[in-house]
């Protein structure tokens, strides 16, 4: 039976589930609640089949690898093969897809009749189905196919509540962007192949060596932009902020917290596995980039009201983290320490498993709030635990987990990753021990930055009164979605507590690349859950939980018992100095964020302008309204994407000079190309 | 509500007799002393109390402000002036309670912890003084809170204000106004 899943067919049967979905989806297109439940349906069995195929290949000993199809094409060979990386990224993509089918069907509901459910029905499980193929792919060409198709669908997504114009904005911005990162990837490919001859990843791989030094950095580069853009590194990431939040909100949740991860499943294929021996400062580069990415993440999301918004910065944050952890595995692994190189592999995938789950929950719950109020400003919400309670619970937790507060997952992810940024600084010379210094300060800056930023998510959406009318009618979601963001809130904590035997479990998939095959990794778990860094340090998942647990008993009785003994507790109102408190006078986001702001203001560039209205434009005595406009200036489109932007048009203009507009001047221009094209081929 | 009128009525308004030839001749220092005596032995040693204006004229809160400067410096007896009615011990009420202040001075009476003394500052505060039977006014503090001590005189002297209060404190004989 475990035979038979972990085969050719189980896989074949995961993708034949995804696109039986896709095209029944599009069948039942004339059927809003049909195409509904369809879609539901197949995507809960394909995502559970996944889950079930994934394990099995994790505990299995060997990868499952095979070709479709004979192909027609010389190059392309339609081949998959999944080890245990792969597996580990199919877990992560069905664990989250299975949740977020289970939301989408009470979520979509309010799309009926107004858009067509079989059309987005069709786009998830090609999406799915997408970043399935980009995960299992041997190929570079069919890489690239699965690449594209994950690309092009979610732009679909993107745009799918297309009569706000805005998404379609933000849609074509990610379109754009996609595609010039997806350049960047086929000129690596293309480079991999002049050398190896050949485009299959096994081929690259025993022909590595074919490669010359200067050639390997430029596909560094090359990856590095490319793979960079999908997972959201600054300063490529402005498409993130604007395409995530356009889209329904467990599309959101998919995309922020499994495709941007397909760009550091190729980081990790193509760095530590295929190109392998690296020179060090690739490592120390990804270091330096996951600081920078993760620190301004952090500060930009700061800077957000829009929630949706704040959690795709947020994203960019945890993809730093993430190219930390791989960062420091990569310069371990040049330094010849596999042993640490391992330790610094389990912090990156182990954070991108829990990044995914911690992720997805706070979109799912950030979508079920805006369901209820259909706003998405976070100044406008308010007071809404006493409406939406589970949801308020659930976000809780998952901000929890994301500002990496114990006994949640994201705490020993991060805890790992500082493991091995330490191991790091106290094993390694001077020049590269610095680069470890500098990126444990902006991990630990990034956490503090991180909390600050949840406690005012948390605080302005949930806590005092509300700020709208909106707001004050917003009730509690429906089942499917409580359960949904339920289920994923227990995995965040079940993921904390069971750290150990993730971390194993991990160290598992390490030991199955062919760099750390016979490797003991650094990071060990016992039974109890434990997890212990050489002799460096050791932490407890269990025990770190007692204690918590322990101590807030302890408060809570101290304060019953100690505190209010002899008190009489009575209450009433809000001392309010006689007048009548409104929501207007509570702290809002703005204000909250705005200390941290002009602190960072050398980044940020605040800018602020005023405006006001008088009644009578000759005697300025009376104004009529007020308009203050706080603003952050966006550095990266002033200092990187204007220029570009000018430098791009300036050539256009130049290129002007040849478009004649003759059709036989055209003639000629093709036949010029056509001739050199032959000269230079021969 | 209900329970509030029940207090109001059945609550005492005391005004304890001063004779101005008694407080003419003693010197500020010994009242303060005295009540500094009270103060240490009632609460501690700091007696915090709230200002509530009701639609005064400004007489009473002249003479009270004058407790603070450098001549009284009631600071020194133990006694200080509170910024909320959440810190105070004693609400001290001025003015004939004028309709619109009458909703605040009840949620300043709410407001204050129990157990809190009240004391009606002024002729306006205790009766309405020389406003008396406008409509614009309530007629005095009792009418909306239930009062516990009364200060005449329109306004009281500083020096009154003291001797009432230290006749107020040694009234109050180790146990504070119930509550």
Not at chain 1, 73 to 93: C, E, G, R
Not at chain 1, 360 to 377: D, K, P, Q, Y
Request: with cysteine.
């Amino acid at each position: 039976m475990i035979n038979a899943i972990a085969s050719q067919s189980g896989f074949l049967v995961l993708l034949s589930l995804f696109a039986v979905g896709a095209a029944g989806s599009l069948l039942l297109r004339r059927n809003d609640r049909l195409a509904n439940y369809w879609n539901g349906f197949f995507a809960i069995a394909g995502s559970l089949w996944g889950i079930l195929f994934s394990l099995v290949l994790l505990n299995a000993t060997r990868a499952v690898s095979f070709a479709a199809a004979p192909s027609i094409f010389p190059l392309l060979s339609i081949s998959f093969k999944i080890d245990k990386l792969s597996a580990f990224f199919i877990f992560v993509i069905t664990l989250i897809t299975l949740f977020c089918s289970i939301y989408g069907i009470g979520y979509i509901r309010h799309f009926y009749n107004k858009y067509s459910i079989g059309a987005l029905g069709l786009f998830y499980h090609l999406f799915v189905l997408g970043m399935l193929l980009v995960v299992t792919a041997d190929n570079g060409l069919f890489f690239l196919i699965a690449w594209e198709i994950m690309s092009v669908v979610s732009y679909f997504l993107v745009i799918y509540d297309r009569n706000d114009e805005k998404n379609i904005k933000a849609g074509f911005l990610y379109l754009v962007m996609t595609h010039i990162a997806t350049a960047f990837i086929v000129f690596a490919f293309l480079l991999l192949y002049k050398f190896t001859g050949s485009f299959d990843f096994d081929a690259i791989k025993s022909g590595v060596s074919l490669i010359p030094s200067a050639v390997k950095n430029a596909v560094f580069v090359l990856a590095i932009i490319g793979f960079g853009t999908k997972a959201g590194i600054i300063p490529f990431h402005i498409w993130l902020p604007g395409a995530h939040p356009a889209a329904p909100s467990h599309v959101s949740a998919l995309m922020s917290g499994v495709m941007i991860k397909t760009g550091i499943y190729m980081l990790i294929r193509i760095f530590l596995d295929m190109l392998q021996p690296v020179p060090l400062w690739w490592g120390l580069g990804l270091l330096v980039i996951g600081s920078v990415s993760s620190l301004l993440g952090v500060l930009y999301a700061l800077t957000e009201h829009d929630i949706k918004r704040l959690l795709a910065y947020h994203s960019i944050e945890n993809i730093g983290i993430i190219l930390l952890g791989l960062g420091s595995s990569l310069s371990f692994l040049s330094l010849g320490m596999p042993s640490l190189s391992l330790l610094g592999l389990v912090a990156a995938l182990f954070h991108t498993l829990n990044h995914a789950t911690f992720k997805s929950l706070l979109f799912l719950s950030a979508g079920s709030v805006i369901n209820e109020t259909h706003i998405r400003n976070m100044e406008k919400y308010g007071g809404l635990i006493k409406n939406m309670p589970q949801t308020a619970l659930f976000f809780l937790v998952g901000s929890m987990a994301i500002s990496a507060l114990p006994p949640f997952n994201g705490f020993f992810s991060e805890w790992l990753t500082f493991q091995a940024l330490f191991q790091g600084v106290s094993t390694l010379a001077v020049s590269a021990k610095w680069v470890f210094v500098a990126a444990a300060g902006a991990l630990a800056f990034t956490g503090g930055l991180a909390l600050a930023c949840f406690v005012k998510a948390f605080g302005v959406t949930f806590l005092a009164r509300p700020r709208s009318g909106e707001a004050q009618e917003a009730g509690e979601s429906s089942f499917s979605l409580r359960f949904a963001m339920g289920a994923l809130a227990a995995l965040t904590l079940l993921f904390g507590i069971f750290s150990g035997h993730i971390t194993s479990l991990i160290n598992r998939v390490g030991n199955d690349l062919s760099v750390f095959s016979c490797t003991t990794s650094f990071v060990s778990a016992f039974p109890d859950q434990s997890l212990a860094v050489g002799s460096f340090s050791t932490v407890s998942a269990p025990v770190l939980l007692a204690f918590l647990v322990a101590a807030f008993i302890v408060v809570l009785l101290t304060i019953k018992y100690l505190v209010y003994k002899n008190q009489k507790v009575t209450t009433g109102l809000t001392w309010d100095c006689g007048t009548d408190l409104t929501p207007r006078m509570e702290i809002t986001a703005t204000g909250f964020a705005r200390s941290i702001v002009t602190i960072f203001k050398a980044v940020l560039k605040p800018g602020i302008s005023n405006a006001t209205e008088y009644l009578d434009e000759e005697s300025r005595y009376v104004p009529q309204s007020r308009t203050v406009i706080l603003s952050v200036k966006d550095m990266y489109k002033s200092y990187l994407y204007k220029p570009l932007d000018k430098i791009a048009a300036a050539m256009s203009e130049r290129a002007k000079g040849i478009q004649s507009g003759n059709i036989n001047a055209y003639i000629l221009y093709i036949l010029t190309a056509l001739l050199i094209a032959l000269l230079l081929v021969k | 509500m209900l329970k509030l009128l029940v207090k109001i009525f059945s609550t005492p308004d005391v005004t304890i007799p001063v004779t101005p030839a008694d407080c003419v001749r003693t010197e500020v220092m010994a009242v303060g002393k005295k009540i500094e005596d009270q103060v240490k032995r009632l609460f501690r040693g700091s007696l915090a109390i709230r200002q509530v204006d009701a639609g005064s004229d400004n007489a009473c809160e002249q003479e009270l402000v004058a407790l603070s400067n450098a001549f009284y410096d009631v600071e020194r007896f133990g006694i200080h002036f509170v910024a909320s009615p959440r810190h105070a011990d004693m609400l001290m009420v001025t003015g004939p309670v004028t309709r619109n202040m009458a909703a605040a001075v009840k949620r300043a009476y709410d407001a204050t912890p129990d157990p809190k003394i009240v004391v009606a500052v002024g002729d306006d505060a205790i009766d309405g003084g020389i406003y008396r039977g406008s409509y614009a006014v309530l007629d005095g503090v009792h009418s909306v809170i239930p009062v516990d001590y009364q200060i005449p005189g329109d306004p009281p002297s500083p020096k009154t204000i003291l001797c009432h209060l230290l006749k107020i404190l040694e009234s109050l004989n180790g146990k504070p106004a119930e509550s």
